[in-house]
Protein backbone atom coordinates (compact mmCIF):
# COMPACT_ATOMS: atom_id res chain seq x y z
CA UNK A 1 0.00 0.00 0.00
CA UNK A 2 0.60 3.34 -0.26
CA UNK A 3 2.01 5.54 3.05
CA UNK A 4 4.04 8.18 3.79
CA UNK A 5 4.55 9.38 7.63
CA UNK A 6 6.10 12.44 9.32
CA UNK A 7 6.23 13.54 13.09
CA UNK A 8 3.83 16.47 13.59
CA UNK A 9 5.95 19.27 15.16
CA UNK A 10 9.33 20.54 14.91
CA UNK A 11 10.56 23.87 17.15
CA UNK A 12 13.67 25.07 16.24
CA UNK A 13 15.91 28.36 17.49
CA UNK A 14 16.64 30.95 14.36
CA UNK A 15 19.90 30.40 13.11
CA UNK A 16 19.93 26.53 13.85
CA UNK A 17 19.46 23.87 11.09
CA UNK A 18 15.62 21.95 10.86
CA UNK A 19 15.75 18.40 10.10
CA UNK A 20 12.04 17.12 9.07
CA UNK A 21 11.96 13.47 8.56
CA UNK A 22 9.71 11.01 6.47
CA UNK A 23 9.14 7.63 6.13
CA UNK A 24 6.90 5.94 3.05
CA UNK A 25 6.30 2.45 2.09
CA UNK A 26 5.83 2.66 -1.80
CA UNK A 27 9.54 1.31 -2.90
CA UNK A 28 8.24 1.99 -6.72
CA UNK A 29 7.97 5.54 -5.89
CA UNK A 30 10.12 7.38 -8.78
CA UNK A 31 10.30 11.07 -7.14
CA UNK A 32 10.15 11.92 -3.78
CA UNK A 33 9.05 15.82 -2.91
CA UNK A 34 9.07 18.43 0.00
CA UNK A 35 6.01 20.60 -0.17
CA UNK A 36 6.09 23.76 2.19
CA UNK A 37 2.41 25.33 3.18
CA UNK A 38 2.17 28.83 4.56
CA UNK A 39 -1.03 29.87 6.38
CA UNK A 40 -3.82 30.71 4.39
CA UNK A 41 -2.19 28.88 1.40
CA UNK A 42 -2.08 26.26 -0.65
CA UNK A 43 0.95 23.57 -0.68
CA UNK A 44 4.03 25.15 -3.21
CA UNK A 45 6.81 22.72 -4.28
CA UNK A 46 10.08 23.17 -2.05
CA UNK A 47 12.57 20.88 -3.85
CA UNK A 48 12.22 17.21 -5.27
CA UNK A 49 14.81 14.18 -5.49
CA UNK A 50 14.62 11.16 -8.26
CA UNK A 51 14.84 8.20 -6.24
CA UNK A 52 18.58 6.63 -7.85
CA UNK A 53 20.37 10.19 -5.46
CA UNK A 54 21.13 10.08 -1.85
CA UNK A 55 21.16 13.64 -1.85
CA UNK A 56 20.49 16.79 -3.32
CA UNK A 57 21.35 20.48 -2.06
CA UNK A 58 19.70 23.66 -3.06
CA UNK A 59 21.03 26.92 -1.37
CA UNK A 60 19.83 26.16 2.43
CA UNK A 61 17.88 23.00 1.78
CA UNK A 62 19.58 19.65 1.63
CA UNK A 63 17.24 16.41 0.55
CA UNK A 64 18.77 13.07 1.98
CA UNK A 65 17.65 9.50 0.74
CA UNK A 66 18.01 6.34 2.02
CA UNK A 67 16.18 3.86 -0.20
CA UNK A 68 16.94 1.21 1.51
CA UNK A 69 15.30 2.12 4.84
CA UNK A 70 12.63 4.34 2.81
CA UNK A 71 13.70 7.50 4.65
CA UNK A 72 13.51 10.81 3.80
CA UNK A 73 14.76 13.77 5.09
CA UNK A 74 14.65 17.48 4.87
CA UNK A 75 17.57 19.95 6.35
CA UNK A 76 17.03 23.74 6.45
CA UNK A 77 20.20 25.13 7.07
CA UNK A 78 20.44 28.70 8.83
CA UNK A 79 16.12 28.39 9.81
CA UNK A 80 14.66 31.84 9.88
CA UNK A 81 11.50 33.05 11.01
CA UNK A 82 10.05 32.92 7.63
CA UNK A 83 10.77 29.07 7.28
CA UNK A 84 7.74 28.92 9.72
CA UNK A 85 5.38 26.22 7.79
CA UNK A 86 3.79 23.46 7.62
CA UNK A 87 5.75 20.70 5.76
CA UNK A 88 4.70 17.83 3.65
CA UNK A 89 6.87 15.13 2.22
CA UNK A 90 5.01 13.19 -0.80
CA UNK A 91 5.44 10.08 -2.60
CA UNK A 92 4.55 9.87 -6.39
CA UNK A 93 3.21 6.53 -8.16
CA UNK A 94 2.15 6.30 -11.59
CA UNK A 95 -1.14 4.73 -12.65
CA UNK A 96 -1.71 4.42 -16.37
CA UNK A 97 -0.11 8.10 -17.53
CA UNK A 98 -0.99 9.98 -15.02
CA UNK A 99 0.97 10.14 -11.62
CA UNK A 100 -0.56 10.75 -8.30
CA UNK A 101 1.17 12.01 -5.11
CA UNK A 102 0.61 10.46 -1.61
CA UNK A 103 1.38 12.93 1.35
CA UNK A 104 1.81 12.78 5.18
CA UNK A 105 0.19 14.83 7.57
CA UNK A 106 2.79 17.25 7.67
CA UNK A 107 5.40 18.44 10.10
CA UNK A 108 4.45 22.22 11.37
CA UNK A 109 8.27 23.91 11.73
CA UNK A 110 8.42 26.60 14.47
CA UNK A 111 10.61 29.07 14.19
CA UNK A 112 11.48 30.38 17.66
CA UNK A 113 13.71 34.63 17.41
CA UNK B 1 -0.27 33.32 -6.98
CA UNK B 2 0.21 29.92 -8.46
CA UNK B 3 -1.96 30.06 -11.07
CA UNK B 4 -4.58 28.43 -9.86
CA UNK B 5 -7.75 29.65 -8.26
CA UNK B 6 -10.24 28.73 -5.75
CA UNK B 7 -13.81 29.83 -4.93
CA UNK B 8 -15.02 30.43 -2.45
CA UNK B 9 -12.33 30.68 0.29
CA UNK B 10 -14.78 29.98 2.90
CA UNK B 11 -17.87 28.15 2.95
CA UNK B 12 -20.56 27.54 5.81
CA UNK B 13 -22.94 25.16 4.86
CA UNK B 14 -26.07 23.11 7.07
CA UNK B 15 -26.54 19.35 6.54
CA UNK B 16 -28.91 19.51 4.24
CA UNK B 17 -27.47 22.37 2.05
CA UNK B 18 -26.07 22.06 -1.93
CA UNK B 19 -23.49 24.31 -2.78
CA UNK B 20 -20.11 23.42 -5.18
CA UNK B 21 -16.50 24.24 -5.01
CA UNK B 22 -14.95 26.08 -7.97
CA UNK B 23 -11.26 25.45 -9.03
CA UNK B 24 -9.96 26.96 -12.14
CA UNK B 25 -6.25 26.61 -13.33
CA UNK B 26 -4.73 29.01 -15.95
CA UNK B 27 -1.17 26.93 -16.57
CA UNK B 28 -2.63 24.75 -19.76
CA UNK B 29 -2.07 21.73 -17.41
CA UNK B 30 -4.41 18.55 -18.50
CA UNK B 31 -5.08 17.21 -15.06
CA UNK B 32 -6.81 18.42 -12.08
CA UNK B 33 -7.15 17.22 -8.44
CA UNK B 34 -9.01 17.45 -5.80
CA UNK B 35 -7.62 16.88 -2.01
CA UNK B 36 -9.14 17.28 1.72
CA UNK B 37 -7.28 18.49 4.25
CA UNK B 38 -7.91 17.70 7.57
CA UNK B 39 -5.83 19.21 11.03
CA UNK B 40 -3.61 16.02 12.03
CA UNK B 41 -3.96 13.54 8.70
CA UNK B 42 -2.39 13.08 5.93
CA UNK B 43 -3.65 14.69 3.07
CA UNK B 44 -5.90 12.68 1.39
CA UNK B 45 -6.17 12.69 -2.77
CA UNK B 46 -10.12 12.74 -3.74
CA UNK B 47 -10.37 12.64 -7.03
CA UNK B 48 -8.22 12.81 -10.31
CA UNK B 49 -8.97 13.86 -13.64
CA UNK B 50 -6.62 13.66 -16.76
CA UNK B 51 -7.41 14.91 -19.95
CA UNK B 52 -10.75 15.48 -18.58
CA UNK B 53 -11.40 11.83 -17.11
CA UNK B 54 -11.85 10.82 -14.08
CA UNK B 55 -9.02 8.24 -13.14
CA UNK B 56 -9.25 7.88 -9.72
CA UNK B 57 -11.74 7.61 -7.19
CA UNK B 58 -10.67 6.74 -3.65
CA UNK B 59 -14.01 5.85 -2.26
CA UNK B 60 -15.12 8.84 -1.69
CA UNK B 61 -18.57 8.95 -0.13
CA UNK B 62 -21.30 9.95 -3.15
CA UNK B 63 -22.09 13.20 -0.97
CA UNK B 64 -18.84 14.50 -2.73
CA UNK B 65 -19.49 14.76 -6.70
CA UNK B 66 -16.71 15.91 -8.93
CA UNK B 67 -16.95 17.72 -12.43
CA UNK B 68 -14.28 17.99 -15.02
CA UNK B 69 -16.19 20.09 -17.69
CA UNK B 70 -12.80 21.10 -19.47
CA UNK B 71 -9.26 21.02 -18.73
CA UNK B 72 -9.53 24.63 -17.14
CA UNK B 73 -12.32 24.06 -14.60
CA UNK B 74 -13.05 21.49 -12.17
CA UNK B 75 -16.01 21.27 -9.41
CA UNK B 76 -16.74 19.79 -6.29
CA UNK B 77 -20.46 19.50 -5.83
CA UNK B 78 -21.37 19.09 -2.23
CA UNK B 79 -24.73 17.71 -0.73
CA UNK B 80 -26.17 16.41 2.57
CA UNK B 81 -22.41 16.36 4.11
CA UNK B 82 -21.65 15.88 7.80
CA UNK B 83 -19.98 17.61 10.13
CA UNK B 84 -17.11 15.32 9.52
CA UNK B 85 -16.93 17.08 6.52
CA UNK B 86 -15.43 20.27 7.53
CA UNK B 87 -11.63 20.89 6.51
CA UNK B 88 -9.74 22.55 3.63
CA UNK B 89 -10.18 21.32 0.66
CA UNK B 90 -7.48 21.94 -2.07
CA UNK B 91 -7.43 21.64 -5.62
CA UNK B 92 -4.18 21.04 -7.88
CA UNK B 93 -3.56 20.88 -11.07
CA UNK B 94 -0.25 19.70 -13.26
CA UNK B 95 0.92 18.49 -16.67
CA UNK B 96 0.66 14.78 -17.30
CA UNK B 97 3.71 13.52 -18.53
CA UNK B 98 4.88 9.72 -19.60
CA UNK B 99 6.67 6.64 -17.73
CA UNK B 100 7.06 8.06 -14.60
CA UNK B 101 7.45 11.38 -13.20
CA UNK B 102 4.37 12.97 -12.45
CA UNK B 103 4.29 16.58 -13.27
CA UNK B 104 4.66 19.43 -10.42
CA UNK B 105 1.19 19.84 -8.31
CA UNK B 106 0.50 23.61 -8.23
CA UNK B 107 -1.82 23.93 -5.82
CA UNK B 108 -4.66 26.69 -4.82
CA UNK B 109 -5.53 28.86 -1.82
CA UNK B 110 -8.25 25.94 -0.60
CA UNK B 111 -11.79 26.27 0.64
CA UNK B 112 -12.40 26.11 3.97
CA UNK B 113 -15.25 24.35 4.48
CA UNK B 114 -17.47 24.34 7.89
CA UNK B 115 -20.42 21.98 8.24
CA UNK B 116 -23.26 22.89 10.96
Known amino acids: GEDVEQSLFLSVREGDSSVINCTYTDSSSTYLYWYKQEPGAGLQLLTY?????DMKQDQRLTVLLNKKDKHLSLRIADTQTGDSAIYFCAESTVSGNTGKLIFGQGTTLQVKP | ETGVTQTPRHLVMGMTNKKSLKCEQHLGHNAMYWYKQSAKKPLELMFVYSLEERVENNSVPSRFSPECPNSSHLFLHLHTLQPEDSALYLCASSQVVLRGRPGELFFGEGSRLTVL
Open chain 1, 49 to 53: IFSNM
